[in-house]
T-cell receptor, first 112, second 115 residues
Framework: SAVISQKPSRDICQRGTSLTIQCQVDSQVTMMFWYRQQPGQSLTLIATANQGSEATYESGFVIDKFPISRPNLTFSTLTVSNMSPEDSSIYLC?????????FGPGTRLTVT | AQTVTQSQPEMSVQEAETVTLSCTYDTSENNYYLFWYKQPPSRQMILVIRQEAYKQQNATENRFSVNFQKAAKSFSLKISDSQLGDTAMYFCAFMKPKGNEKLTFGTGTRLTIIP
């Protein structure tokens, strides 16, 4: 298995600003993923982050809005840029280990 | 593209009883993985159980077991001797292993265990 931590656990941000969420895995993994989850809803994949290459974004998500870094095999960041109230959500990162995905505790973002 | 359907938005059951959560999926793949995840109010996603499509034997993990029907594309989760700590959202998920290993989630079932 893999243990994943995320920072911050929650934040309240003003419209037009940006927030960077950090995700740390306790072991080296090839694939890391970023999801968004509205309260009471399912998870929607934002992008897949591989070390040493550009992130792959899902339909409806673009790099200018959600830039992702993956500097090494244990760490990734997701930035939510130029935030609006519609970006208020829970953001979760995950890592794939032996065909099982393990999740971080999530970051609850509120944009005012 | 794969789709995952959970037709039961909410369920409730008395403590110590058995409950079954339904999941169906659609894929043209022959080899894949299926998962059940639990998300309690703490919002931490917890992997409950995994099933490989090439295995005919149903996966079990303590009080959790699955009924995997590959031809019917059905993957239900049975929770035996339910406990208050089982109260959570449960998500069914699909993974195609030879690709980028991303998960496709169902819409979830909110399960409440009644004391």
């Amino acid at each position: 298995s893999a243990v994943i931590s995320q920072k911050p656990s929650r934040d309240i941000c003003q419209r037009g600003t940006s927030l960077t969420i950090q995700c740390q895995v306790d072991s080296q993994v090839t694939m890391m993923f970023w999801y968004r989850q509205q309260p009471g809803q399912s998870l929607t994949l934002i992008a897949t982050a591989n070390q040493g290459s550009e992130a792959t974004y899902e339909s409806g998500f673009v790099i200018d809005k959600f830039p992702i870094s993956r500097p090494n095999l244990t760490f990734s960041t997701l930035t939510v840029s130029n935030m609006s109230p519609e970006d208020s959500s829970i953001y979760l990162c995950s890592a794939c280990h032996s065909y099982e995905q393990y999740f971080g505790p999530g970051t609850r973002l509120t944009v005012t | 593209a794969q789709t995952v359907t959970q037709s039961q938005p909410e369920m409730s059951v008395q403590e110590a009883e058995t409950v079954t959560l339904s999941c169906t999926y659609d894929t043209s793949e022959n080899n894949y993985y299926l998962f059940w995840y639990k998300q309690p109010p703490s919002r931490q996603m917890i992997l409950v159980i995994r099933q490989e499509a090439y295995k005919q034997q149903n996966a079990t993990e303590n009080r959790f077991s699955v009924n995997f029907q590959k031809a019917a594309k059905s993957f239900s989760l049975k929770i035996s001797d339910s406990q208050l700590g089982d109260t959570a959202m449960y998500f069914c998920a699909f993974m195609k292993p030879k690709g980028n290993e991303k998960l496709t989630f169902g819409t979830g079932t909110r399960l409440t265990i009644i004391p």
